[in-house]
């Protein structure tokens, strides 16, 4: 892990907190500090932090900076040391407190990964305001002898690795994302002869991210039997008593069949609720599902194909084929209609890649 602090160098109380943050994480990750702009700019290309950890809020530097973190794919932490307390925001000039507030400074409170108050106090300050959810309290072992500096810097790693955890595939790089289709496809079929294993073991899998984006989309089940199936060894990980973060709207998915439910003998009208559930809201595990029931010797594709244009689902169901044969590897001789690469389909891509984004 890879952390980079950035803060206001005229701060004696903040220096010292991020001195001890360094101190005390240097043996469980790689960090580095920072104290201007320029100096962020040049770091973040050479470093490639994981986690911006952004310390102030009053500091236009501090805002930029988090800015191009987020840009280049860092994830940002901000703790503001009690700086938008109640007492501290009415001590601002009104023009200048309207000018931050609104231009910039509630946007990047917004838009930080988590939050971190320094007491119960901060906290419920911070979530008065209803700029940002995602607040921890992680007591301040300089003002406080209620904890220590050794706990201080524990629970702050374990936030870092919580913003980490969270939305996984957005950090997933190109050939584990390729590698979990694989290994859908193998769970879905449990088989793995159609898979050459030159494909899958020259380079190394990102085994956490992986895993933990399989929990979050409750595939664990099939990615675990694809890894069996292939014969790989997998990071053993409990994901499910790991803890992360969610967009509010977020739901565990649910199997296909507890939402449109039991197959009833009719295999075309099972596979239209199918394709029309997934139309409301496209999920990894629906995809997984559906790309399972085209596989049944049991599916008549030109009763199916029939249908579809019937029901006006030919044009969705030809971009859902597309994303089928990315995501799951679904083949074209078990496809009803031919794939279709448009916008539409770029649509469904982006709703599933969203689907855990903060």
């Given at each position: 892990m890879k952390i980079l602090h950035i803060y206001p160098p005229n701060d004696e109380t903040v220096a010292r907190h991020v001195g001890l943050l360094t101190e005390g994480l240097c043996h469980s990750a790689d960090v580095q500090t920072v104290t201007s702009l320029s100096e962020f700019k040049s770091r973040?290309?050479?470093?490639?932090?994981?986690?911006?950890?952004?310390?102030?809020?009053?500091?236009?530097?501090?805002?930029?900076?988090?800015?191009?973190a987020r840009k280049r794919g860092s994830r940002v932490v901000l703790s503001p040391h009690g700086q938008l307390q109640p007492w501290v925001m009415e001590e601002k000039s009104l023009q200048e407190k309207l000018h931050k507030t609104l231009l910039w400074?509630?946007?990047?409170?917004?838009?930080?990964?988590?939050?971190?108050?320094?007491?119960?106090?901060?906290?419920?300050?911070?979530?008065?305001?209803?700029?940002?959810?995602?607040?921890?309290?992680?007591?301040?072992?300089l003002i406080t002898n209620s904890t220590t500096s050794q706990e201080m810097c524990s629970q702050t790693y374990a936030v870092y690795q919580k913003v980490l955890d969270s939305n996984t595939l957005e950090q997933m790089d190109e050939h584990t994302q390729d590698m979990l289709a694989t290994i859908i496809k193998s769970g879905t079929l449990g088989d793995a002869r159609w898979c050459q294993k030159s494909e899958y073991r020259d380079q190394e899998i990102d085994w956490r991210r992986m895993l933990i984006y399989a929990e979050h989309q409750n595939i664990r089940n099939y990615v675990d039997y694809g890894i069996t199936i292939l014969g790989l060894s997998a990071l053993s990980l409990d994901t499910e008593h790991l803890p992360a973060y969610f967009p509010e709207s977020y739901q565990r998915p649910r199997s296909i069949k507890k939402l449109i439910g039991d197959y009833k003998g009719d295999e075309t009208d099972y596979l239209l609720r199918m394709i029309r559930q997934v139309e409301k809201q496209p999920l990894m595990l629906h995809l997984i599902e559906l790309s399972r029931e085209l596989y049944r010797e049991s599916v008549n594709d030109d009763r199916l194909k029939e249908a579809l244009e019937e029901k006006g689902l030919t044009k969705y169901a030809s971009r859902l084929m597309q994303v089928l044969s990315e995501q799951t590897l679904l083949e074209e001789g078990f496809m009803p209609l031919d794939p279709l690469d448009d916008r539409g389909s770029q649509q469904i891509r982006n709703s599933i890649n969203n689907h855990l984004k903060i």
């Open positions: 973040i290309q050479q470093f490639h932090p994981d986690i911006v950890h952004c310390h102030g809020c009053w500091q236009y530097f501090v805002v930029s900076a988090a800015h191009t400074q509630k946007r990047s409170v917004e838009q930080a990964y988590a939050l971190i108050a320094f007491g119960k106090m901060e906290q419920k300050h911070l979530q008065q305001l209803k700029w940002n959810p995602r607040i921890e309290v992680i007591l301040n072992s």
